[in-house]
């Protein structure tokens, strides 16, 4: 059974810096393209950032250079570290992960708000 569990969501002002986590189970990790996605209220979910299985990485105009993602193979992780949070920022923010069309997953969300 694939899970993909998010943590590290909450409250923060703008500003400032929040770390989120995605751990997987049941499948190949380091075999995944992994992806952090968002969908604000009254919008379509959007990629944020992405790292493929070689460690390229992938990011949304909106957050480059305020946001990293990265990958920890033997933890079987995936990061989204976001610094310098803006307002619009705000969402549910969900891990992705993807080895073929047949063979993706998606976490069950962690909601990031952040207050101006």
């Known amino acids: 059974q694939v899970q993909l569990v998010e943590s590290g969501g909450g409250l923060v002002q703008a500003g400032g810096s929040l770390r989120l986590s995605c751990a997987a189970s049941?499948?190949?990790?380091?075999?995944?393209?992994m992806a952090w996605y968002r969908q604000a209220r009254g919008k379509q979910r959007e990629l944020v950032a992405a790292i493929t299985s070689g460690g390229a990485t992938n990011y949304a105009d909106s957050v480059k250079g305020r946001f990293t993602v990265s990958r920890d193979n033997a933890k079987n992780t995936v990061y989204l570290q976001m610094d310098s949070l803006k307002p619009e920022d705000t969402a549910v923010y969900y891990c992705?992960?993807?080895?073929?069309?047949?063979?993706?997953?998606w976490g069950q969300g962690t909601q990031v708000t952040v207050s101006s």
């Open positions: 049941g499948i190949i990790f380091s075999a995944n393209t």
């Open positions: 992705h992960a993807y080895l073929a069309p047949w063979a993706n997953y």
